[in-house]
């Protein structure tokens, strides 16, 4: 069974930077797209980013495009997600999980980690 731990989440100010880390274990990580999520308070959790298996292809929400890049480190089992160029509508709970890369589909979620932007 796959487990997915979240980390880097934190306070920063508004244009400030943080480096969110997703360590999984129980799956063969390198078999799977991996995606980032996010969920305000009071909204929908939504899409936020994903990687294909093999780290070639990325596709990210409109909302993030340009500002925050995903990656990952199969030999580490490890997704990143690099976000530059915070805003205060960015603050969420942050979220990996296993996802299909064509539907943006998430499944097998971590537990989160919060990010907190103030303006």
């Known amino acids: 069974q796959v487990q997915l731990e979240e980390s880097g989440g934190g306070l920063v100010q508004a244009g400030g930077s943080l480096r969110l880390s997703c360590a999984a274990s129980?799956?063969?990580?390198?078999?799977?797209?991996m995606g980032w999520f996010r969920q305000a308070p009071g909204k929908e959790r939504e899409f936020v980013a994903v990687i294909s298996w093999g780290g070639s292809r990325t596709n990210y929400a409109d909302s993030v495009k340009g500002r925050f890049t995903i990656s990952r480190d199969n030999a580490k089992s490890t997704v990143y997600l690099q976000m530059n160029g915070l805003k205060p509508e960015d603050t969420a709970v942050y979220y990996c999980?296993?996802?299909?890369?064509?539907?943006?589909?998430?499944?097998?979620w971590g537990q989160g980690t919060q990010v907190t932007v103030s303006s």
């Open positions: 999980a296993v996802t299909t890369f064509a539907t943006r589909q998430g499944r097998s």
């Open positions: 129980g799956v063969i990580f390198s078999s799977y797209d």
